[in-house]
């Protein structure tokens, strides 16, 4: 199935009407790429799930003033990003984007320099097309180099990349337009590619960006954000230090599912190796969702260094096990059940990847407690209707 998709994407790109060598062109990306920004999955924030089209400078001032405050930002969550809407629809006599006059008067460099005293990072939003998704704003299609060169000497720090009113040309070709621009632009430039997962990104993206959309976008509720799990986890072996797939931003906080489903939501994406990044109000953010986004545990599964994207490794009708590998010959395993009754769920060391006669620690990681008992071959544990078990096995002597 990989081959044929992988034949498809080659022989999509080939079909442009311009000269696209698939196969040099990865070599010459994986140079442009080198920018060493993504050894471990991006953490921070985005206006988009929350505010939609409705942000402006004071907003994203005061929500880089609560990611401090509440410890956010201690834990990894360094990016502040600006999605769509916030420039002029028309460019300046130069061609350049234009900050929008009345949500950010006080232009992009100054809410930049605001964000770097907080010793945060600022992103923003553009498109590989000739509008934004929202029609609000132009598009960075054929104003790439002018573009890149614009927001490095705002100190943008990352680029969030989406792939609306693309004029019907493909991924595989716009994208690495922009990847040459941000390598040429002289600061370092997060490349977060937003295009849904149309073309396989997966198979390409990691000459082209520092992660890539897998899906199409979430929606807060429970069945939407397991489906895109779901489609993300096919990618699974496609993700690594430097690029990593991208199932979509984290609704946790926006009131959609309940905090045990939420509690999935965040397992999932961090074992999956996701980028983190928050999608609610963090200025109004609750002891609950604070608590979920703050877990530092989970956290470090998801920053674990050795960059395994975990797999969904056996289905037992509702009962799901998903298993990776971390650092220090640890294995982490999430027991999810997605259905409407409890059960228990067994987690088998042939599953799992630990050698038949290993003996390992549990250490549950929403219960922050170590178990005292001793388990061999596997490991079983009662879950509960749409409830989550997530452990860190740690073999012992």
């Known amino acids: 199935m990989l081959m044929m998709i992988t034949m498809m994407v080659v022989q999509a790109a080939a079909g442009e009407g311009r000269t696209y060598e698939y196969k040099s062109m990865q070599s010459e990306r994986r140079n442009l790429l080198a920018n060493g920004l993504a050894n471990t999955p991006q953490m921070g924030w985005n ?21 401090v405050s509440t410890g956010l930002a201690k834990l990894g969550y360094k990016y502040v990003n600006i ?41 923003i939003y553009s498109d590989a097309g000739s509008l934004t998704c929202s029609k609000t704003m132009p598009g960075s299609l ?7 060169k614009t927001f490095a000497s705002w100190g943008i720090d990352y680029l969030k990349y989406d792939n609306c009113n693309n004029n019907e040309i493909k991924p595989t ?17 997060f490349f977060s590619l937003c295009e849904w997962g149309d073309m396989h990104p997966a198979l390409w993206g990691s000459t082209v960006g520092n992660s890539w959309r897998t899906t199409n976008d ?6 939407s954000m397991m489906q895109i799990a779901d489609m993300n986890e096919y990618y699974a072996e496609y993700a690594r230090p430097g690029g990593w797939n991208d199932p979509d931003m984290l609704e946790v906080g926006n009131g959609g599912m309940t905090k045990d489903e939420y509690i999935i939501h965040f397992s999932i994406w961090a074992i999956s190796k996701a ?43 509702d ?9 220090r010959y640890r294995v982490v395993v999430l027991l999810v059940s997605r259905g409407p009754e409890p059960g228990p769920i067994t987690a088998h060391w042939d599953d799992i990847g630990l050698p038949p006669n290993t003996t390992v620690v549990a250490r549950d990681l929403w219960l922050h407690k170590t178990s005292s008992q001793r388990f061999a071959g596997k490991l079983t544990a009662t879950v509960a209707s749409h409830t989550c078990k997530m452990f860190i096995l740690k073999p012992v002597a």
Not at 173 to 189: D, F, H, Q, W
Not at 218 to 223: G, P, Q
Not at 319 to 327: D, R
């Open 275 to 317: 980028p983190l990044i928050i999608g609610c109000d963090v200025r109004d953010i609750s002891k609950e969702t604070l608590n979920i986004l703050g877990n530092r545990e989970v956290i470090a599964v998801n920053q674990d260094r050795l960059g395994v994207q975990a797999k969904k490794v056996r289905t037992e009708g």
């Open 218 to 223: 979430i929606k807060d509720n429970f069945d």
């Open 319 to 327: 009962f799901e096990v998903w298993a990776g590998s971390l650092s």
């Open 173 to 189: 070709v716009r994208y690495p337009i922009m990847t040459k621009a941000l390598m040429n632009a002289g600061r370092p430039i």
């Open 142 to 148: 054929g104003h790439e180099e002018q573009d890149a």
């Open 47 to 67: 206006s988009w799930n929350h505010f939609y089209c409705n942000i402006n400078e004071t907003m994203i001032r005061e929500t880089a003033d609560a990611l």
């Open 83 to 123: 999605d769509d809407c916030w420039a002029e629809l028309n460019r300046d006599q130069k061609g350049n984007l234009v900050p929008k006059k009345t949500t950010f008067p006080s232009g992009i460099k100054a809410l930049s320099d605001y964000v770097h005293n907080k010793a945060l990072k600022l992103g």
